[in-house]
């Protein structure tokens, strides 16, 4: 496992956690704004905020970079 990933993935707060948890089912940015009470643009923030946390680019790598991480079951 990559260690500076490793160090990166620990600072991922609850609800970073449960915005991987919702990409990874698939769910469309408004979806998961409506269900988290947010609007999209802050979403978005906090979605590259995650892809730079997992050296991720994109949704995919996102969840991928989770999985490696055991962020997901």
């Known amino acids: 496992m990559d260690e500076?990933?490793?160090?990166?993935?620990t600072s991922l707060s609850e609800?970073?956690?449960?915005?991987i948890r919702l990409i990874a089912r698939e769910y469309s940015d408004s979806v998961i704004a409506q269900s988290l009470h947010m609007n999209e643009e802050a979403?978005?923030?906090?979605?590259q905020s995650i892809g730079s946390k997992?050296?991720?680019?994109?949704r995919e790598e996102i969840v991928f970079n989770a999985y490696r991480q055991r962020l997901l079951p």
């Open 54 to 58: 997992l050296s991720a680019q994109t």
């Open 4 to 9: 500076v990933l490793f160090l990166k993935t």
């Open 15 to 19: 609800k970073e956690r449960e915005i």
């Open 43 to 47: 979403l978005k923030r906090i979605i």
